[in-house]
């Protein structure tokens, strides 16, 4: 643990798999003191958000401290009165989410009619919570490079990040030795996880809707859970008093890209690659100081062709073939085109692969009135990806995902030390991979010597889904025909999540604590197919066995794969800040989640 300005955390946590109470929010908080140093109790504070003009106020307590709870990541300005002392205003305070803004204020003595304006602030460490975090903040975010604009690339800033491992489903990087499906992440409040395998629904394009995002690393308060890894809480933009808005257009194209030392002394080609990514965002008053939007939408366009390298059989093989089903089956492969000495691979060619996608968001802030904040967000993602085969015209698969989310969030101030926030959320990811050549008929290629389908073969005109070539693998090199046996496959994930938490400062009068608490419940659903081997498997030890028709083995699966499950999960909590003295802050509370 990190000791910082002397200030100790400790959290006393029961955490396990998908659980979460946290909020998208920031807070402030300080000290008031007059010229000799002393506190002053009883200040008027008055925190307004410079984008919308909401205000919310407080006094400070006994001991001349104050705290801001629940805020909405934003830049707000702080207005300090009290009587026989000039007013001070602080123009610039930054909140961020998850974070603590500290601000301490020394009050001249004068008219209270005569101001004084605090140009600036220096930043403090964050010491009222033991939490180890980064923020990546929109100018971050605007100012780095960031291949396909994927703005979750730069939570490899934080401390102890790094890349995951080839192959390793999750969110991008592991933390602290973590697998990425131990990370969690939060968007605007809500799950953003596909909870059928552990990771983060990535598929939402909104760099340019995207505020900031916060990193937990370690020590996080009972208002979190789940597992070992990183907590990352994304804030999309809200709209103000003022329009603002941006229009994009990036492109990656592999004719303005230079070839590598090796493809240009080899004399090759360079890999193709068109990127296009375009997009808009906008946000603005509704009506000024009450009601605010914004929307971004995002489309993305790309084709990157892959150069594949494998063995095809050749005309002196294609002869020795004797069998009517492999005779047919010659057809597609295509034939050689290069050779190489000492080395089977006889055929070189670009195979397909594509990505095209859109992304649009909407977010609507209402105030009500001081005491009173309405937020709802929704933003939904559809696309079409294909992926390369081994040949040009067999092997890929063809994906068409649709991400959907939406938050509504309803914050209530009782007083100025209790408030409450309730939020709804919803999130749904479909994943439906069909193989490319779809729709061909199998039953025409193998038939028996009476004309008749061999048995277990998928008949395309009747049977869609599960048509296509079967896959054929020789022994010896040779590429694979049809798809690997695991497709079609799909699976649709939907989460419902209604959230509960309050805050109270200064309970039953003890000014020097800090009550939350809150409560969580959802319904996991998911829905699944995985048509394994239903177009069928067949193997061949060598050549000489596939040109005679003699298959090693050979496998095929009937039957519904459907599968459905759910449940309900539920999660409470309850934590304390005790600032025990000006420079000892302890943080500790309790969870439970069931089951």
């Known amino acids: 643990m990190t000791i910082s300005r002397s200030i100790f955390g400790a959290a006393l946590l029961f955490v396990s798999a998908f659980t979460m109470c946290a909020s998208p929010v920031g807070s402030v908080s300080g000290t008031v003191k007059d010229p000799s140093g ?20 407080v006094n ?84 780095m490079p960031l291949n396909a604009r994927q703005y979750l690339d730069l939570a490899l800033l934080t401390p102890g990040a790094m890349p995951s491992p080839p192959g390793q489903q999750g969110g991008g990087f592991n933390v602290a030795g973590a697998r990425s ?24 394009r909104i760099t340019d809707a995207v505020q900031e995002f916060a990193v937990q690393t370690s020590v996080p308060t009972a208002e979190f859970g789940r597992g070992q890894g990183a907590q990352v809480s994304i804030v999309t933009k809200s709209g103000g008093n003022a329009f603002h808005g941006s229009v994009f257009e990036y492109l990656r194209n592999s004719d303005l890209d230079a070839a590598d030392f090796f493809t240009n002394r080899l004399g090759g080609v360079k890999n193709t690659l068109h990127r ?45 073939v004797t069998d009517p089903i492999s005779q047919k089956l010659l057809q597609f492969w295509p034939m050689p085109n290069t050779s190489r000495p000492g080395s089977t691979i006889n055929f070189i060619a670009n195979v397909g692969a594509s990505t095209f996608d859109n992304t649009g968001l909407i977010k609507i802030d209402h105030n009500f009135s001081d005491k009173d904040h309405l937020t709802g967000r929704w933003a939904e993602y559809q696309g079409t990806a294909v992926t390369a085969g081994v040949l040009p015209s067999l092997g890929g698969t063809s994906n068409s995902p649709i991400s959907r989310s939406g938050v509504v969030t309803e914050t209530h101030t009782f007083a100025p030390t209790l408030l409450n926030e309730f939020r709804f959320g919803f999130s749904r990811n479909r994943t439906f991979l069909t193989v490319t050549d779809s729709g061909f008929n199998a039953a025409s ?24 070539l079967p896959t054929i693998g020789v022994s010896g090199g040779y590429a694979t025909l049809g798809t690997a046996n695991n497709y079609p496959q799909g699976r649709i994930t939907n989460t419902y999540e209604l959230f509960d938490n309050m805050s109270w400062i200064s309970p039953f009068g003890a000014s020097k604590h800090s009550f939350r608490w809150g409560i969580h419940v959802r319904r996991e659903e998911a ?34 794969t459907l599968a459905y499950w759910k449940r309900y999960p539920l999660d409470m909590y309850w934590q304390d800040t005790y600032k025990m003295r000006d420079n000892l802050t302890i943080n500790y509370g309790i969870r439970y989640e069931y089951p």
Request: aromatic share 8%.
């Open 445 to 468: 290629v193998f038939k028996d010597a009476n004309g008749n389908p061999l048995p277990g073969v998928v008949d395309g005109s009747k049977n869609l889904l599960d048509s296509g």
């Open 181 to 204: 499906q131990s990370n969690l992440f939060l968007l605007d409040g809500v799950s953003n996880m596909d909870t059928q395998i552990g990771s983060a629904l990535g598929n939402f």
């Open 38 to 57: 002393a506190l002053m109790p009883g200040v008027r504070l008055t925190l307004t958000n410079t984008a919308t003009n909401s205000q919310v106020a």
């Open 60 to 143: 400070a307590n006994s001991n001349g401290e104050f705290q801001f709870l629940q805020l909405p990541p934003a830049t707000y300005s702080l207005v300090a009165e009290n009587s026989g002392f000039k007013k001070t205003t602080i123009p610039s305070v930054l909140v961020q989410v998850d974070q603590v803004t500290h601000v301490e204020i020394t009050l001249e003595v004068g008219n209270l009619a005569e101001s004084v304006q605090v140009e600036a602030v220096a930043p403090l460490l964050e010491n009222d919570k033991s939490t180890i975090s980064s923020v990546v903040d929109t100018r971050t975010i605007a100012s």
């Open 527 to 560: 829905r699944r197919f995985l048509d394994s081997s239903f177009r069928g498997t067949f193997n061949f030890t060598s050549w000489s066995d596939f040109a005679a028709g003699m298959v090693n083995t050979s496998s095929f699966h009937t039957g519904s």
């Open 276 to 320: 296009n990514q375009y997009g808009a965002a906008v946000g603005g008053p509704i009506r000024r100081d009450k009601t605010f939007f914004f929307a971004s939408w995002e489309g993305f366009r790309q084709v990157n062709p892959t150069v594949s390298s494998t063995r095809v059989p050749t005309a002196a093989e294609r002869a020795q």
